[in-house]
């Protein structure tokens, strides 16, 4: 034990001599990179068009009494939607703000504020005037995979008012420019599977990961948002759709590059995203085919084609709500 | 100081070098370095890795095996210089990078757990959770995770880094001193940032907590 101590010790004085001749060896200056690496081109995104689009109001302007405590809870709940209403999710690492970038904010990218002011309004998805409380369970529904709060519950107070807050100063109108995601024209090619697998692999596996499962961080909170299997969004939710989800990619993606994608190269990704199985549909009523027919009789829904042999929907996971209460 | 005290002094410096060659063990290099002309990683980085931040020189506990061997391979391959790590890494086998990063990452060194969304006072916290979108900038944590806490091998952890450090990235992402990584990610955020945007989000991460690591831990 003795030697071992002494062998220890040995260790930290040499250590600690070597430290000293080495702190003595530098020059004094930081510890900055000082190299000549190649630039390279920067990419200029043109994600940055807000000139013209409202301006919800800033975060330190939030009121500061009860109602503003409301409107916090509805903030948090949009940013951490795992640790402040877990009740109504299904096994997804999706918080709202995966969708809605900016906590909610930021035009092209279905800001709240944006949402706001366009309900009450009627929905060919369900084909009745909803209100803006129903809009949000539809998104814990189908886009959170979970179970709709019922109508008046906190969560969708908090929700609505945090909502109501961003759009103070907007005027009620269902077209306010900055609304949901922006229209993608048509690619020139035909949309094509093999060519966003590759889009996917260059722009999006860093963070999405190969299998699209995403990434939680080193404690384990959601963090890049699984794109599709059992943790993503399920098959009834607005991004299956390919109109939706290459309007968000074309706009907001990567992170940061918003813009940068060509046409082709959104609605591709977009394609080769939404041919892969996630949650069923909640409204599935026992068979995939009789489902699109339903719900999905669009071309810009791939739920119920069939993709590389797989048709898809008929391996979706199972209804969320039937494994519901492990979490 | 005993008498005999020289005599084991000796004894161990020569068991220890044999220990160091014999094996490509992670936390040898960190205590002696590799015994080829490699220093000890704790010289500079601290023991146990924490980097005595007012220097520059990096926190290495904790962060992701994956991160800190790919930073490594980058120095030895030249992707990223500095005129320190540069000849180290080039010393270091790849085995040996392997092992060195496995051990810092092993220190452990999770974030506290997030427990209440915090509200932005500070510049460096609003960069750092909410970004500033009017410039297309996303939030560090979007990347980075909650709290600095680190997302995967691409993405290091921030939270408890030397202030100067990230200052001295940040600046060498705007100059083109250093490769502007995955995506150009890095180099265009840098590049949206002002000079107090850099200190501000700089001293943040710094402030933020870690777990202690524990010496006695091997990975």
């Known amino acids: ?327 | 100081m005993s008498p005999n005290m020289p005599l084991i002094l000796l004894v161990s410096l020569l068991l220890t070098t044999v220990f160091t060659s014999a094996f490509a063990d992670g936390a040898a290099i960190a205590l002696n370095g590799n015994g080829q002309g490699a220093p000890a990683c704790f010289t500079c980085h601290g023991a146990p890795g924490e980097g005595p931040p007012a220097n520059g020189f990096p926190r290495l506990t904790g962060l992701s095996a994956g991160y800190l061997q790919t930073q490594l391979n980058a120095f030895a391959n030249g992707q990223r210089q500095n005129a320190m790590m540069t000849p180290i890494a080039q010393t270091l086998s790849e085995k040996e990078r392997v092992e060195v990063a496995r051990y810092f990452s092993g220190l452990g060194g999770s974030r506290a757990a997030v427990e209440a969304a915090p509200v932005m006072t500070s510049l460096g916290e609003q960069l750092a959770i909410q970004g500033r979108w009017s410039q297309g900038l996303p939030s560090c944590t979007h990347c980075h995770g909650t709290m600095g806490a680190g997302v995967g091998p691409v993405f290091p952890a921030l939270a408890g880094q030397s202030s100067l450090y990230l200052e001295n990235q940040l600046r060498a992402w705007q100059q083109g001193t250093r490769a502007p990584g995955p995506l150009g990610l890095m180099s265009l955020i840098a590049s949206k940032l002002s000079d107090a945007d850099i200190k501000a989000v700089a001293a943040y991460f710094s402030s933020l907590p870690t777990k202690t690591p524990s010496l006695k831990k091997t990975p």
Request: net charge positive; aromatic share 8%.
């Open chain 1, 1 to 327: 034990m003795k030697t071992q101590t002494s062998v220890r010790l040995t260790i930290i004085i040499i250590a600690a001599a070597a430290g000293l001749i080495f702190m003595m060896a530098r020059d004094g200056s930081d510890n900055a990179e000082t190299v000549k690496v190649k630039k390279t081109p920067t990419i200029t995104a043109s994600a940055t068009k807000t000139a013209g689009l409202f301006q919800p109001p800033l975060e330190q302007d939030m009121p500061k009494n009860e109602f503003g405590k409301t409107i916090k809870m509805g903030e948090d709940i949009f940013t951490n939607t795992a640790l402040y209403a877990r009740q109504y999710i299904g096994p997804t690492n999706l918080n709202c703000r995966s969708c809605h970038l900016d906590a909610g904010r930021l035009a092209h990218s279905a800001p709240l504020w944006a949402a706001y002011v366009g309900y009450p309004a009627f929905r060919s998805k369900n084909k009745h005037v909803n209100t803006f409380s129903e809009r949000l369970q539809g998104c814990f529904k189908y886009s959170m995979n979970g179970k709709a709060p019922p109508l008046g519950d906190p969560v969708l107070v908090a929700l609505e008012s945090y909502s109501y807050w961003l759009a103070s100063g907007a005027p009620i109108d269902p077209k306010i420019p900055g609304r949901g995601y922006p229209a993608v024209p048509e690619p020139p090619l035909p949309r094509d599977f093999e060519r966003g697998r590759l889009v996917y692999e260059q722009h999006c596996s860093l963070c999405h990961g190969d299998n699209g499962a995403g990434q939680l961080d080193a404690n384990g909170q959601p963090n890049f948002p699984a794109l599709w299997g059992a943790k993503s969004f399920n098959w009834g939710a607005g991004m299956a759709s390919l109109k939706n989800a290459s309007g968000f990619i074309k706009a907001n993606m990567p992170l940061g590059l918003g813009g940068s994608l060509s046409d082709q190269q959104a609605w591709d990704v977009a394609t080769f995203m939404n041919s892969h199985e996630r949650p069923q549909d909640p409204r599935f009523n026992g068979s995939v085919a009789a489902t699109r027919a339903k719900y999905h009789n669009s071309p810009n829904d791939l739920y119920g084609t069939t993709v590389n042999g797989q048709l898809l929907g008929s391996g979706a996971v199972a209804p969320q709500t039937r494994q519901k209460g492990t979490r």
